[in-house]
């Protein structure tokens, strides 16, 4: 028996599967553990099955103990953990690509029907008591049919955007490091370009790459200036991918037609500037918050912990 910490709630599912062959020490606080509390309980920890929410760096690493294998996030991006300082101690990083792909292309999704058809202006509007009438030139939006979707980061979410998008009748382009399936690219008729011209033709830019130092701030003040005046930006990746100050500037002065957001720079406060412009949806970080989702999410990461700690390759390790 091994002990395995969690670091917040996690479905029971999951749980259940941890208890059945380990000990487990499970923070089931609503709010996130303070650090000073997680850094108390990860000693002598073997796993530990974190949320995006906490850092997981070489502090928490040797407050852990030596005897630390494994570190199982429930999440696929893992900007949260210092990957070197794991790779340094041979402790193993784990993340859970795959099974949220569609879950947080449906968001992606969402955002740009949101921004482009005006839906959370027109919700507000109907909430707040003012009068409305069907009118021929109210509320108008963009249509998509046509036109074409920018997708930055050709992974699994970003393929799951385009083919959506082709679904809706949209070119697409995208802006990737890596190649990818040929297959894919024909079967969404795909061209890859750098991402300046993505900037210039797409009529929707989706982000979907990992956060790191290369995406820093990726998109700021002259990215947007690059992008067509009546192009949506949408964001389901993470948030200090965008220059939010950048971001709100350009939307206030009409550089770009709008933008969707689930993620923000300084998560979870949001830029003050966003909250009062119409022209950007904004929701909580919802990308991959579904019951089914969170759920394979967290059975994943468990799977994971337990592969490691029985000596076996796990199923998705961070390379
Ligand atoms: C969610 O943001 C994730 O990276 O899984
Ligand atoms: C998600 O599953 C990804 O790897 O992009």
Excluded at 130 to 154: C, E, H, I, P, Y
Excluded at 198 to 225: F, K, M, N
Excluded at 226 to 255: F, H, Q
Aim: aromatic share 4%.
């Amino acid at each position: 028996m091994s002990r395995v910490v969690v670091t917040g709630r996690i479905p029971e599912a999951a749980l259940e599967k941890l208890r059945a062959e380990h000990e487990v020490d499970a923070w089931t606080g609503q709010d996130s553990i303070d650090r000073d509390e997680l850094l108390r309980r990860v000693a002598g920890a073997d796993a530990i099955v974190s949320l995006l929410t906490e850092r997981i760096d070489g502090e928490l690493l040797d407050a852990a103990g030596p005897q630390l294998r494994v570190v199982a996030n429930v999440a696929v991006g893992y900007d949260n953990i210092d990957v070197p300082a794991c790779r340094e101690r041979d402790v193993v990083a784990t993340n859970t690509p795959g099974v949220l792909t569609e879950a947080t292309a449906d968001i992606a999704f969402g955002l740009i029907l949101m921004a482009t058809r005006r839906l959370g202006e027109g919700e507000r509007l109907i909430r707040s008591g003012t009068a409305w009438k069907w009118g021929m030139f109210f509320l108008l939006g963009s249509s998509l049919q046509g036109k074409t979707l920018g997708v930055v980061g050709m992974g699994g979410i970003g393929q799951a955007t385009a083919r959506r998008a082709k679904a809706f009748g949209m070119e697409v382009v995208y802006q990737s490091r890596s190649e990818i399936d040929p297959a894919v690219a024909e079967e969404l008729g795909a061209r890859r370009v750098e991402l300046d011209e993505l900037l210039s033709v797409s009529d929707v830019v989706s982000l979907h790459c990992p956060y790191g130092p290369a995406t820093h701030h990726l998109i700021g003040a002259e990215q947007l200036a690059a992008m067509k005046e009546s192009a949506y930006l949408v964001n389901t990746a993470r948030g200090p991918i965008i220059d939010e100050e950048a971001l709100a500037a350009a939307l206030r002065a009409g550089l770009i037609a709008g933008a969707g957001l689930d993620v923000y720079e300084h998560e979870p406060r949001v830029h003050p500037d966003l909250l009062d412009l119409d022209n950007v949806a904004l929701v909580p970080h919802l990308g991959s918050a579904t019951v089914e989702t969170r759920t394979a999410m967290a059975t994943l990461a468990a799977d994971n912990a337990i592969a490691v700690l029985a000596r076996q390759e796990p199923p998705t390790p961070i390379r």
